[in-house]
């Protein structure tokens, strides 16, 4: 019965509340963008030739850089993510921790 | 720019057997090293869960990073230019998934394989017959593909005999596995990774210093050679809902690969398993921007030519550009690094395939979750064997087959029964056992059966004689139109009119051939989006169907494990 109760505790504790809400908007909102680079890429390529084949400097056609941006735009939302989780995110599940006593 | 046309390629290589036996040496005495520290069934799955998130990046990157995108990317961006920079985008962006959606609950809510996650409260056994299969399923296809292309590269760079080839890195992969468990093959993927990403970044510093380090010169010189069609997008995507579909397959298919997901469990916390994606995505994309340049600068200082009378998918545009920037001696070493690739790949499958069995089918099913630690190793071990022989046995069986089809089918299936069911286990409290097992099988058999309807398969691979003599058929055709308008030409009484007729014929017979041509029965060659959808919608259906209030109940008590690693496995 003990532990029954210190589990809806936790639940029921305002900062696991936010932890959680924040973790699920951050994770939701992350995946979006990443979906949108990536299939706004294949949408360009399935529906913009023409943009991608424009020159941009020499031979580079703009579709070169936007390629290359997709791949690192896809890592800088990862380290987004990090930068998140290390400054909020583990700082609240310190602080709900600490509250239950483990 | 040189072009030169003699290589040793495909020769028997001194220096390359040296680097690789010295890869060998090492690999084989740190599996030594870890056999003395692999007791347990956690030393044996996750090296006792060791391994820093930097090592873990360097590992998954490895597990990742495989020959054929090492040379298959670098080749089909030397012979199709843009396409193939597209291509290697997909390959990549299934990593941020990892992260956003899966890494930490999966860390924080399994021990060893993905199937403790979906098992996690709903009932042991239907769910881990079902993860046992689809994990077993990705990884014997998985394989297989790495087998046969192992075998065929090897046998280009190293002048061995397929079967040789075949039998050595089958051995090998055996030992590593068997002896040091998952401590020696994170050291084997990580040297692995080490050693590709060196050698990457130097081929493509000596590729640059021919272009004076300009991006632009290399661009103006491959445009040049190649036109300008060269750095445009071309036909690789031509059906948008095609594309789509093998975006969705790649993105969620790396997100339920079980040799990857495996690997968050060697790490001691959810923290150090988020970190690890965030290295292994760097990792890789810098790897797969080097292979874009790699291909580039083949196609330039090589050239297409030589690089497809190497061999005709272009693998060897990496090896060949080494071969005429670093000589004999870059040459050998990458060789060397290739089969080494070759090797960590195929072990790290292995492992996964020997824990599926072992531990999900084995302890789970077969044992009703109860074995002592002695006996659970010792399961592994025997499937890691029987997993190794098979594996030996199947590469030589498809010798010659065309395999390609089966990376994509490895994908599909692991994005459409893999993956759903660890997502809606983790975030749906009404998941429920008979839905998650119905959208295990629902994805496998659906994404399974799709592929075999799809033109990759029922056209090329089934229908791929009667293709060919059509193919024939419609060239001749060609050929013997043009040599008729060609002798009209000559006798001199050619009108219009009559080359119009000619070709009103002409197009007719065309026509008439080209609807004998085998269909594919389901017109996509990636099923993806429907797989995937179908196992999502079984899912959730079954699930509203059914009700397991046990499950419900678990999963308030689970949402604090998933969101603060409480009660994790330490």
Redesign the interface.
Known sequence: MRKKKG??D??EDDD?KT??RQ?NR??II??IL??I???G???L???N?PL??K?I?????L??PI??L???F??I???I??KW?NSNY?VL?KK??EKIG? | MQQTTQTIIGQFNPTAVMFFLLFVITTLAITYWAAKRTRTTKDFYAAGRSITGFQNGLALAGDYMSAASFLGIAGLVSTKGYDGLIYSVGWLVGWPIIMFLISEPLRNLGKYTFADVVAYRLKQRPIRAAAAAGSLITVLFYLIAQMVGAGTLIKLMFGLPYEIAIIIVGALMIAYVLFGGMIATTWVQIIKAILLLGGATLLVILTMIQFGFSYGELFNQAEKLYTSKFLEPGGLITNPIDAFSLGLALMFGTAGLPHILMRFYTVPDAKEARKSVFYATGFIGYFYILTVTIGFGAAVLVGQKVIMSIDKGGNMAGPLLAEVLGGNLFLGFLSAVAFATILAVVSGLTLAGASAFSHDLYVGVIRHGVADEKEEVRIAKIATLGLGISAILLGILFKGQNVAFLVGLTFAIAASANFPALFMSIVWKRFTTKGAVASIYTGLFIATILIILSPTVWVDIIHGKEKKVIETQIKDLETQFNQKIEDLKQKGNLTETIISEEKIQFEAKKKELTSQMPKPIFPLKNPGIYSMAASFLIGILVSLMTREKDAEAKFEEEKIRTYMGIGAES
Do not use: M, P, Q
């Open positions: 589990i809806n936790i639940l696991f932890l959680s973790k951050i994770s992350l995946t990443e979906l680079l990536y299939f890429f294949i949408a390529i399935a529906f030739k991608l084949s020159k400097s020499g031979a580079i056609t579709g070169i390629a290359i997709t791949i690192i896809s890592w939302l990862t380290g993510y990090i989780a583990d599940v709900v921790k483990g």
